[in-house]
Structures are given as C-alpha cells and as structure tokens.
C-alpha cells in the first residue's frame, strides 16, 4: 500500500505551500497564507474577516496579524460594516487586485503547465479524483483541525 502521508507531502512541497514566500509581484513579498486570503477576498462579495478566517480555517488572531500586514502593504482595506460596526469588511485594493490577479494567473500558467504533461483522460481522472477528495474531507470530522 502507498504512504498517503508521503504522497501528500511531496504534493505540499511541489506546490510551494511551505516556502516562506510563493510569489514575488514587483515589490511584493507574498506569503502563501497571504495568497490565500487575497483569493478568498477576491471570490467574495464583501466577506467579513471571521468568514474569509472561517474559510481558511484560521483563528482569528492569527488571520487579524495577517489582515494588519495586508492592509500596511496596501493590499487589502478593512471598513466597518455598515448593518454593524463591530464587523469588519473586507476588499482588495486596486493594488490587491492586481496582485491576486497577477497570482492567479501564475497560478493557472503552472497548473495548466503541469496538466500538460498529462493526457486528457489522466487530466479528467486527476480533477475528478481531487474533487472527490475535497468532498471527502468537507465530511470529516477531523478537517481541518490537528489529530494531536
């Protein structure tokens, strides 16, 4: 039998998800996590920090240091809800934008890149598969949170 574990973590290695930084936009240092959360902002229409932080199964300490980073960087603006103050919204600036843009697209470029090297059945096979797993862990009741 093969070492899931094993699998996972060369997958987690390959895709960059332990680097420091993944991507480098003009002056832009970005994190992974701060990838993450541009993206999620950017699919949302106006999320609130605890939704995007529930997304990203983040607590909320951890993501409000990010967020403070993000905004410092221009990246991101946080405004008070106009239904109620204590909620924060969040939104990308036009700088955000075009560095989650510009990720994306890197993105898409290194996926379709390595999709290539793949037939179309296998390509079908793979997306299928990955969508499966998905669903799976979306029902476990250990997702997302550590076994120790």
């Known amino acids: 039998m093969e070492n899931k574990r094993e699998i996972f ?3 987690t290695r390959r895709f960059g998800l ?12 970005i994190s992974p996590i701060q990838s993450h959360i541009l993206y999620e902002i950017d699919q ?7 939704q995007i932080a529930q997304n990203l199964a983040m607590d909320i300490t951890t ?7 993000l905004v410092k960087m221009d990246l991101v603006k946080k405004t008070p809800s106009s239904v109620d103050k204590r909620v924060s919204i ?5 700088q955000g934008k075009f560095v989650a843009t510009t990720i994306d697209h890197s993105m898409n470029a290194y996926l379709d ?3 290539s090297h793949m037939n179309e059945f296998e390509r079908e096979t793979v997306l ?6 998905n669903e799976a862990m979306s029902k476990s009741s250990v997702c997302c949170t550590p076994l120790y």
């Open 90 to 94: 969040l939104s990308l600036t036009v």
């Open 113 to 115: 890149e390595v999709f």
């Open 9 to 11: 973590h060369v997958l």
């Open 63 to 69: 993501f409000s240091r990010q967020i403070q980073t």
């Open 18 to 29: 332990l680097d420091k930084n993944c991507c480098s936009i003009g002056s832009f240092e």
């Open 44 to 50: 949302q229409h106006e999320p609130s920090m605890q």
């Open 128 to 133: 299928r598969s990955l969508k499966l797993l």
